[in-house]
């Protein structure tokens, strides 16, 4: 399920660095976030679509990496995005 592109450039616009910025990290987590909560809510109601459940593992390893990027880069905005997120600090 994609996003709707009018959900997408207010996440873009709330967690961008600069006016143009799509595609930092902190950018992609939040992206990546909201089409995981998405996806968590559809499979609640669709509790045998497994082709949905494998791409919600995709998104979680992706969006850990990109964290864990974050966290050895920027400490101070790792903290400041997963307090914003509601993500658990592992």
Do not use: W
Not at 10 to 25: N, V
Not at 56 to 65: G, N, S, T
């Amino acid at each position: 399920m994609a996003l709707d592109s009018a959900i997408k450039l207010e996440i873009i616009s709330k967690f961008a660095r600069g006016e143009k910025d799509t595609g930092s990290p902190e950018v992609q987590v939040a992206l990546l976030s909201r089409r995981i909560s998405d996806l968590t809510e559809h499979l609640k109601v669709n509790v045998k679509d497994h082709a949905s459940r494998l791409g919600l593992l995709k998104l979680v390893a992706q969006r850990k990496h990109l964290l864990k990027y974050l966290k050895k880069t920027d400490y101070a905005k790792y903290s400041e995005l997963i307090s914003t997120l509601g993500i658990r600090d592992r």
